[in-house]
């Protein structure tokens, strides 16, 4: 029986989640192999971290063309591995550079390509939550290798060691695959908080903050949360647009959002109501994100978060 591939995004820096949530999925369908796709002598160290997940086995394929020719020579590797193990699926975590690898693996290899799925069943059906969250699509691979991208913390994962078994391959990247150099990498300035459509818990604010987003960052720290905010915020210019959550911002689909200072217009539901937990915070008893909080504070967000933060912090002492 063949395994279930998942695709260890290492450029991204976070093998933990990547690996442990696909991993988690992966489970489900059957043997977990992961393909780690390295620089020349990197492969075994990448390896050694992926052995805190279950999984049964790592391919490892190094070569110099994945940083000097990026995404199209990681893809034309991805294609081989496929056209030579036939695996059962390929699960990628879904970003942008996740899901160019899928369109690309999809077209090279002739098979079906499903992204951004919240679920997937053990018989391949991926769930997806589409046009702003008001439908749920249930679906699934007919042709070639069922490719799958799926959203960053859709599932819980508890990390469990394993001894899985080692297999180095080569593969020749095609020159097609090599149109494309790369000349230099600036990395992004990061913060000290967790990547927005990655985090666990994400806290957001909108209009509701007049601007003063340092509640709302400050509960965000005291949960190592990401920091959110609405189009209204972001319009503003009181929070920068890569934050903004909603249908012409990011996706996201934590365990827990906090929304404060938000009213839940449909545009912002649709970034973050597959989150599994929410909060929300409003003044206004009658704000539509209510209908959709698992629990509603009726509150002044500049009183209510310094209270659930102090509560917090004396709750981890
Ligand atoms: C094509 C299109 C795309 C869009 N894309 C997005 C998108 O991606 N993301 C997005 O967010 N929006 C988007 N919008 C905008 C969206 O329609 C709303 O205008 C926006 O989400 C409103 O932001 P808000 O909830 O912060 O502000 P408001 O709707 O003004 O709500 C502010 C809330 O804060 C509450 N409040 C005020 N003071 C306090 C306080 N001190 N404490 C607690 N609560 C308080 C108020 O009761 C109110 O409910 C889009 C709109 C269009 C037309």
Not at 86 to 96: C, E, F, G, N, Y
Request: with cysteine; charged share 15%; proline share 4%.
């Amino acid at each position: 029986m063949s395994n279930v591939f998942i695709l260890v995004d290492h450029a991204s820096g976070k093998i933990a989640n990547t690996a442990g949530e696909l991993s988690a999925f992966g489970k489900r369908i059957g043997g977990v192999t992961a393909l780690v796709l390295a620089e020349p002598g990197t492969g075994a160290a990448i390896a050694e971290e992926l052995k805190a997940f279950e999984i049964e086995k790592i391919i490892i394929v190094e070569n110099v063309a994945f940083s000097q020719h990026g995404i199209p020579a990681i893809a034309d590797a991805v294609a081989s591995v496929l056209a030579s193990h036939s695996p059962k699926a390929l699960l990628i975590s879904t970003s942008a550079r996740g899901k160019e690898i899928a369109a690309r693996v999809a077209v090279q290899s002739n098979s079906g390509l499903i992204t951004d799925a919240i679920d997937i069943s053990e018989n391949l059906i991926a769930t997806q939550s589409i046009f702003g969250g008001s439908f749920t699509v249930h679906s699934h691979v007919k042709t070639g290798t069922p490719i799958i991208t799926i959203r960053p913390s859709a599932i819980d994962f508890t990390a469990t060691p394993s001894n899985p078994t080692i297999e180095n391959v080569t593969v020749e990247i095609s020159d097609i695959a090599k149109l494309v150099s790369i000349n230099n990498i600036q990395p992004a300035v990061k913060g000290g908080r967790p990547e927005l459509t990655e985090a666990k818990i994400v806290v957001s604010g909108g209009r509701g903050t007049n601007g003063d987003f340092s509640k709302v960052e400050s509960f965000a720290d005291s949960l190592g949360a990401a920091v959110g905010a609405s189009r209204a915020a972001t319009d503003a210019g009181w929070y920068p647009h890569t934050h903004q959550v909603g249908q012409t911002g990011k996706t996201v689909s934590p365990q827990l959002y906090v929304a404060c200072g938000i009213s839940g217009a449909i545009q912002h539901r649709a970034g973050m109501q597959t989150s599994k937990n929410i909060i929300a915070v409003n003044k206004d008893p009658e704000a539509p994100i209510f209908d959709l909080a698992d629990l509603g504070i009726v509150g002044d967000l500049f009183a209510v978060l310094p209270q659930a933060e102090a509560a917090i912090i004396a709750k981890k002492r």
